[in-house]
């Protein structure tokens, strides 16, 4: 049997979107973090909004637009030109520590991988330049292309469009449970990686395969 092609989710399972707080610290000092965290759940409620609405705003607009929201929910203010400074640091988000190893043996190992994210063309062209994943990932398919977002099951058709495989033989590794639902929702395999502690949403059972990190998907696999 031929290997599995392996398709990631980027933010928050290569590289750590509340990171960003590091730099929304200069202007909001001891706040920075539950700002970051509800930007990121806004920026994913409104993926999810559009989605519902059948309408499209692409990544970068919906992460900007939920910026404005978290900053007017704290009641914090930023000026536009350090508004554009912050989107210009979610193009150069950290990698989480053990995704280059993991990502290497996975590569030795012989398989297809490849960035499967929400993010736009251009977004997810940046991160991986400035993330080092261009060596290892032989490209990105993104949601942009079905002017959609995850969860709903033509995203994830993409995966087999893009790779000419079928559903059943891709697997999606995403630390988003949301994420994973849609994946095994659409016929795919699926790997949660636990980054949030073991809090996978109620709504199910977590897959089958669980880790910690991709390192620990590498000796799985
Ligand atoms: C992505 C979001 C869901 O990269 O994290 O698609």
């Given at each position: 049997?031929?290997q599995?092609?392996?398709?990631?989710d980027?933010?928050?399972?290569l590289?750590?979107?509340i990171?960003?707080?590091?730099?929304l610290?200069?202007?909001?000092?001891?706040?920075?973090?539950r700002?970051?965290r509800?930007?990121?759940?806004?920026?994913?409620?409104?993926?999810?909004?559009?989605?519902?609405?059948?309408?499209?705003?692409?990544?970068e607009?919906?992460?900007?637009?939920?910026l404005?929201y978290?900053?007017?929910?704290?009641?914090?203010t930023?000026?536009?030109?350090h508004?554009?400074?912050?989107?210009?640091?979610?193009?150069?988000?950290?990698?989480?520590?053990?995704?280059?190893?993991?990502l290497k043996?996975?590569q030795q190992?012989?398989?297809?991988?490849?960035?499967?994210?929400?993010g736009?063309?251009?977004?997810?062209r940046?991160?991986m330049?400035s993330?080092?994943?261009?060596?290892?990932?032989e490209?990105?398919?993104?949601?942009?292309?079905?002017?959609?977002y995850?969860?709903?099951?033509?995203?994830?058709?993409?995966?087999?469009t893009?790779t000419?495989?079928?559903?059943?033989?891709?697997?999606?590794?995403?630390?988003?449970?949301?994420?994973i639902?849609?994946?095994?929702?659409?016929?795919?395999?699926a790997?949660?990686?636990?980054?949030?502690?073991g809090?996978?949403?109620?709504l199910?059972?977590?897959?089958?395969?669980v880790?910690?990190t991709?390192?620990?998907?590498?000796?799985?696999?």
């Amino acid at each position: 049997v031929a290997q599995e092609t392996l398709v990631f989710d980027m933010y928050g399972t290569l590289v750590n979107v509340i990171g960003i707080q590091q730099h929304l610290q200069q202007w909001i000092r001891d706040d920075a973090e539950r700002v970051s965290r509800l930007w990121r759940q806004k920026q994913l409620e409104y993926t999810f909004l559009l989605t519902l609405l059948g309408r499209y705003e692409d990544f970068e607009q919906v992460t900007r637009k939920a910026l404005d929201y978290a900053l007017l929910a704290t009641g914090h203010t930023l000026s536009d030109e350090h508004k554009v400074q912050l989107m210009a640091r979610y193009n150069d988000l950290e990698p989480f520590p053990d995704v280059h190893e993991g990502l290497k043996t996975l590569q030795q190992k012989k398989y297809p991988l490849i960035v499967f994210s929400n993010g736009t063309p251009t977004m997810l062209r940046a991160l991986m330049k400035s993330a080092q994943l261009e060596a290892v990932m032989e490209g990105f398919i993104s949601a942009d292309s079905a002017r959609a977002y995850k969860p709903t099951r033509q995203v994830y058709q993409l995966t087999s469009t893009h790779t000419g495989r079928p559903l059943h033989e891709i697997r999606l590794i995403s630390s988003n449970p949301f994420d994973i639902i849609g994946a095994m929702n659409a016929g795919m395999q699926a790997t949660w990686i636990d980054r949030s502690g073991g809090i996978f949403d109620t709504l199910g059972e977590p897959p089958p395969m669980v880790v910690k990190t991709l390192v620990e998907l590498a000796e799985k696999l």
